[in-house]
């Protein structure tokens, strides 16, 4: 195996438990980054050459390195699978199998994996070249964790790209197009091939069941409502009409399939945020509750101060369209937003909106999304919910 050298004193970060190596932490002149194909697998080591552990190499990407063990290993099915197993045990606690997501990246310890299962079918992305070379244990070791139906290993993730990997979906078994899940009591149909992420947001889930019992008897607004998580569960938890926005109109479509599934009707609007909300107040349109998941809004630290601007136009838009004593959970999965920086952002974009809030709950990722302790961007999401006071 080749070797990956990082220079003095770099090796301090995954000593203490982190798992990435920026492509300037190498010393190149004892291992240069032009002897790596995307892939490798590296025994990375210390100045004193002392064994760090074993990581998967890119040297076409700035975060070159991911540990994937702290020893010298090859890893094979066997490998994969104390950490499936693993990953499985908790989620088997958690009482959420079979419909969550299996394992989390760095959180269940190996960086770039994520499986998503929608019961017996499996969805896979590999979001590194060294894992799209560790395919193969990989799949032998999901066919001994589980009699699996069907295996995606779905193409969708901006890490893939990131990375230059193949754009094509890779099937294994029976997958259908569409998959059913079960949350909250209500039954949804799925789009596993043509939807976002891996077809569902599983890390919104216990923020779902935690705050939904808040929505009974509530005219609901669910802006950005992708398939209807949110607002079928309310419908179905006992609120009043629900109105959903999303710009995608076949995740509308999907929405209303979902409603009419479980005996409900949702109000559709196929539009940009933003504008429609406009036009629902200038309608004059009141609710007693505005839920607000945008899709990340900042992606990069120096999009940081364009991105706040942006959540602030939403949340006052969605404080003014909340009925006197009304709730907005306001969420955001920008992990460069920290949940201060969201809090003050609602905060002060109500008050621009004459609405006083108050702050009543907060939310986080959902608990089969575990954090990497080391490495703060593994937390990303966070779900605060304010009540307006007038
Ligand atoms: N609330 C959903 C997840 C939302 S993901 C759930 O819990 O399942 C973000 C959604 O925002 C996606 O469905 C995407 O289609 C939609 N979206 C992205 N940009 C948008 C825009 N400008 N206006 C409206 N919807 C948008």
Redo the contacts with the bound molecule.
């Keep these: 195996m080749k070797s990956l050298q990082l220079r003095a004193r770099e090796e301090r970060r995954l000593r203490s438990g982190h798992l990435w190596i920026y492509s300037n932490e190498v010393d190149i002149t004892a291992t240069p980054l032009k002897g790596f194909e995307p892939g490798d697998l590296a025994v990375v080591t210390d100045a004193r050459r002392q064994v760090l552990g074993t990581a998967t190499v890119n040297p076409n990407t700035l975060l070159c390195g991911r540990l994937i063990d702290r020893g010298r290993v090859e890893p094979d099915a066997r490998w994969f699978l104390i950490r499936l197993r693993r990953a499985w045990a908790w989620r088997e606690r958690l009482g959420v199998l079979p419909y969550c997501r299996l394992f989390n990246s760095e959180g269940d310890g190996v960086s770039g994996l994520i499986v998503d299962l929608y019961g017996d079918v499996a969805v896979v992305q590999l979001n590194t070249a060294g894992l799209e070379r560790l395919k193969e244990p990989l799949l032998q070791a999901l066919g001994e964790l589980h009699d699996f139906r069907g295996i995606l290993f779905s193409n969708s993730s901006s890490g893939r790209r990131l990375e230059n990997l193949a754009a094509a979906d890779d099937v294994f078994g029976d997958v259908p197009e569409h998959c059913q899940l079960d949350e909250a009591g209500c039954r949804f149909t799925v789009d596993l091939k043509a939807g976002?992420k891996t077809g569902?947001?599983f890390d919104?889930r216990d923020n779902?069941q935690r705050f939904m019992p808040l929505l009974r008897g509530c005219s609901v607004l669910?802006?950005?409502?992708?398939?209807?998580?949110?607002g079928v569960g309310a419908g179905k938890a006992g609120s009043g009409p629900v109105t959903c926005?999303?710009?995608?109109a076949p995740?509308l479509e999907l929405a209303g399939q979902n409603a009419r599934a479980n005996g409900l009707d949702l109000e559709l609007m196929a539009?940009?945020?933003?504008p429609?909300m406009q036009a629902l107040r200038t309608a004059g349109r009141q609710f007693g509750a505005v839920?607000l998941?945008?899709?990340p809004l900042v992606k990069r630290k120096k999009d940081l101060q364009a991105g706040k601007a942006h959540y602030a136009k939403l949340n006052e838009l969605g404080a003014t369209l909340l009925a006197p004593g009304g709730i907005l959970i306001s969420?955001s999965?920008s992990h460069h937003l920290s949940a201060e920086d969201l809090q003050r952002t609602v905060y002060k974009a109500a008050r621009r909106g004459n609405r006083e809030l108050q702050l009543v709950a907060r939310g986080g990722q959902s608990a089969d999304h575990p954090l990497h302790p080391a490495i703060p961007e593994t937390e990303y999401l966070k779900a605060l919910v304010f009540r307006a006071l007038n």
Excluded: M, N
Excluded at 222 to 230: I, K, L, P, R
Excluded at 271 to 274: E, F, P, R
């Design positions: 976002q569902w947001y919104q779902r669910d802006v950005f409502s992708y398939v209807g998580a949110w926005i999303d710009s995608s995740a539009a940009d945020a933003a429609a839920l998941d945008p899709p969420s999965c």
